[in-house]
């Protein structure tokens, strides 16, 4: 008799499919709407207390919204991300997880071309 493993292939696929173009660009906006990037960096870089969310793992992340939304957080500072976290609707919730695991640093060719390098500039 013969086994079928269908399933779990189509479950994997699609939980691997990439944001299209519109979805990137309307997280992008609800990213920059919602000033994540004031504590957060542009690209998810993380600032100061502010934790890198750039390219962590999508479950992980998506774990962490919905912990927010329910009112749960680690840390004294992480009281200000639930009410940012309660806005988004549930496909939001799912889509930003999954911009946020892809983002990627954007470093302009025209800025910094001498001292900086991917490690930083020493601090300056």
Known sequence: MKRLF??????LSLSAAELSKEEKNEMRQLYLQNACN???????????ASPRLQGLNEEVL?????NLQEGKTRTAFGTIMISFAKSLTPEQTRLMAKYLADLET??????YEIEFTREGDGGS
Do not use: T, V
């Open 106 to 111: 954007k470093i302009p060719e025209e800025r």
């Open 38 to 48: 004031s504590c957060h960096g542009n690209y998810g870089e993380g600032m100061g």
């Open 62 to 66: 998506l774990k962490r919204l919905k």
């Open 6 to 11: 269908l399933l779990p292939i189509i479950i």
